[in-house]
């Protein structure tokens, strides 16, 4: 099973950008679709993007279409968020998760499905 680590969050100013990883270790990370949901406080969890074992396709959920984008280096394991023009809409502890197996589609990880590991979180806080 793939192991998952999160690092990149803190604090920012409105307008600011900030970049997380996430690093993968154990199983076949090149295999498995990749996603990063957020919940902030006193809601539910949501999805934020995913992207296919290829990295070729991606999804993102409207409220950060346009201002964040995920990628992935499937020789270093690793998968990105590069997140930017944050607002305080954006405060949340954010989740790296992978697909459980080489079937899990991407679209069908960004709905929540077939999430077969996840990471323990990284805080941005979006605040002047």
């Known amino acids: 099973q793939v192991h998952l680590a999160e690092s990149g969050g803190g604090l920012v100013q409105p307008g600011g950008s900030l970049r997380l990883s996430c690093a993968a270790s154990g199983g076949t990370f090149g295999a498995l679709a990749m996603a990063w949901f957020r919940q902030a406080p006193g809601k539910e969890r949501e999805s934020v993007a995913s992207?296919?074992?290829?990295?070729?396709?991606?999804l993102y959920a409207d409220a950060v279409q346009g201002r964040f984008t995920v990628s992935r280096d499937n020789l270093q394991n690793m998968v990105y968020l590069e997140m930017t023009n944050l607002n305080y809409e954006d405060t949340a502890v954010y989740l790296c998760?992978?697909?459980?197996?080489?079937?899990?589609?991407?679209?069908?990880?960004?709905?929540?499905?077939?999430?077969?590991?996840w990471g323990q979180g990284t805080q941005i806080t979006v605040s002047s």
């Open positions: 992207i296919s074992w290829s990295g070729r396709e991606a």
């Open positions: 998760a992978a697909g459980h197996n080489r079937n899990s589609a991407y679209f069908q990880l960004f709905r929540g499905i077939n999430v077969g590991a």
